[in-house]
């Protein structure tokens, strides 16, 4: 009921996709990834965008304009546009619902790799400070749940049949692999 008033919703509301509601009393923020008992997930593959914005529903509303069943990734780390916070981890319903990616056709990659999208353009910058952050603490959380040895952790053009430079010729390797390690 609180919900309700705070939003000025009706008695009967119809919620879209995507829509906002404030939440009187919420705590802040915080991440919570879910992790699912499966052996399914054997490699991680870290992606770009491509874009200077975006966000989950975005990718969500091009990826079904394309013909795919919705956003693509299992994981979109924001860097800060369309009203997201700077790092924001958003989980798809794609992670939730423990579906195959639709993120890397490549050596099955989509079967048995957690795609994961950081929003921006890494052939012209390089991820943001706390887009790093996000990425390497979500990678560490997976790859420990999971048992998925380093040499599994790849950028989408390295994977094997992959044409592409995804995630980025800027995208910082060297500092992505000396942090994850050091956590």
């Given at each position: 009921?609180e919900?309700?008033?705070a939003?000025?919703l009706?008695?009967?509301?119809v919620l879209?996709?995507g829509?906002?509601?404030?939440v ?19 490699y991680?593959i ?6 200077d ?6 990718f969500?509303?091009a990826?079904l304009?394309?013909g ?8 979109v780390i924001?860097n800060?546009?369309k009203?997201?916070i700077d ?7 794609r ?5 195959p990616?639709?993120?890397c ?10 795609g ?9 910058q390089?991820?943001s ?12 959380q997976l790859?420990?749940?999971y ?18 430079d995804?995630p980025g ?5 060297h500092?992505f ?5 050091e956590?």
């Open positions: 009921l919900i309700a008033k939003n000025r009706p008695s009967r509301p879209k996709k829509e906002r509601l404030l009187p009393g919420a705590a802040p923020l915080q991440p919570v990834i879910t992790m699912y008992p499966s052996k399914r997930w054997k991680i870290i992606h770009h965008s491509a874009t914005e975006g966000d989950s529903l975005f969500d509303k990826h304009h394309r795919w069943d919705g956003v693509g990734y299992h994981f924001d800060g546009s009203d997201r790092g924001q981890i958003e989980v798809s319903p992670w939730l619902k423990q579906l990616g639709a993120h056709k490549a050596d099955n990659m989509n079967e048995q790799g957690i994961i999208c950081l929003v921006g353009n890494f052939n012209e390089k991820p400070h706390k887009q790093m952050e996000s990425l390497i603490d979500l990678v560490n790859r420990r749940y048992n998925i040895p380093s040499s599994r952790i790849l950028g989408h053009g390295q994977v094997r049949g992959a044409k592409t995804c010729k800027r995208f910082p390797w500092d692999w000396k942090r994850l390690t956590r």
